[in-house]
């Protein structure tokens, strides 16, 4: 069940950017990271297969290479508070060039698991912004 939480969350990250006004999809998910003390709004089609993001407000997109993070809930049977961690290379990895490039942003939030109850999650993404500078 824990599993299954963290397969929606890696889904949600790990989807495309959209064509045209990525906020108006019915099927847009909007995040909100914060990229080394600067707020970034970042949009994905639930839907897609890529691993990019639109930024919202520009013509950009941040590419998505590493997630990892901390689901963190009360256990319903035993009361105890259980941390899982996670993390996943989307398979860009280590290119040669990128270093420099690289952003790290972090998020927090929570959902409501109908077994678990209140799931949060501490989530850090690396990747890059396009197009790039330098």
């Not at 799931?119 to 990747?127: L, N, P, R, Y």
Request: aromatic content about 8%; glycine content about 12%; charged content about 20%.
């Amino acid at each position: 069940m824990l599993l299954g939480a963290t397969m929606a969350i890696v889904a949600v990250l790990a989807v495309g950017m959209a064509s045209a006004d990525p906020v108006n999809s019915k099927n847009a998910q909007i995040f909100t990271f914060d990229c080394g003390g600067e707020e970034v709004t970042l949009v994905a089609i639930g839907n897609s297969r890529g691993a990019a993001f639109s930024v919202v407000d520009t013509t950009g997109n941040f590419v998505l290479m590493r997630v990892e993070g901390t689901e963190t809930f009360t256990d319903p049977e035993t009361g105890e508070v259980v941390e899982y961690e996670f993390e996943f290379s989307t398979g860009q990895g280590e290119k040669k060039g990128l270093q420099g490039s690289l952003t790290t942003c972090d998020d927090s939030g929570s959902f409501e698991d109908p077994e678990l109850g209140t799931v949060t999650v501490d989530i850090t993404v690396t990747g890059f912004f396009t197009p790039r500078t330098g």
